[in-house]
């Protein structure tokens, strides 16, 4: 029974990493043939951030927004920015510490409309900044168990969102003293 459980959860975590390449392989395909389109991002964080908040299990972190009511208008692909959302948003639960906070702010900068998604994690060891947008880099956290993630998540958002003529970048959180308070997630997109 322990040898089947071993290979049950290898073929899961194999199927996790096939799916995983396969849509990496998608993406830049997929995005060359499709045309951007009016995607209004702000109720799909609202609603994203209220299905986390009202389906949480004790001891995950609550998710507060600062999300405006009215309209953020992105050119996209509404499919593929939820996938960005939710990678990020996913990746900063994952990393936050029991009854943490997790933010998710949105906000028209510019010519672009621009998410970012901060946690109260251990932040992100300042020489990976530009290497966790690597394919198969994996810095998870303590107790998690290996396998349940491919290392492709923050690469196929950046793919993504570099498909949409954007930018996604990565930082530490810090107090006045120089602290790593938790990681910062930051993605432009044109406004559309």
Known sequence: KRLLGIIGNDVLRMDRLIGDISD??????ELSRTVAEPVDV???LAVLAELHNTT?????PLMETEIPDGPLVALGVEDRLVQVFRNLIGNAISFSPRDGHVWLRARSAGGDIEVVVEDEGPGIPDAKLEGIFERFYSERPRGERFGQHS???LSISKQI???LRGKISA??????EGR???????MR???A
């Open 24 to 29: 990496s392989s998608r993406v830049d395909a």
């Open 42 to 44: 702000q109720p799909i």
């Open 56 to 60: 949480r299990n004790e001891g995950e």
């Open 151 to 153: 290392g492709l998540g």
């Open 161 to 163: 969102v570099e498909g």
């Open 171 to 176: 930082e530490n959180r810090r107090d006045a």
């Open 180 to 186: 790593v308070l938790g990681a910062r997630f930051v």
């Open 189 to 191: 997109v044109p406004k």
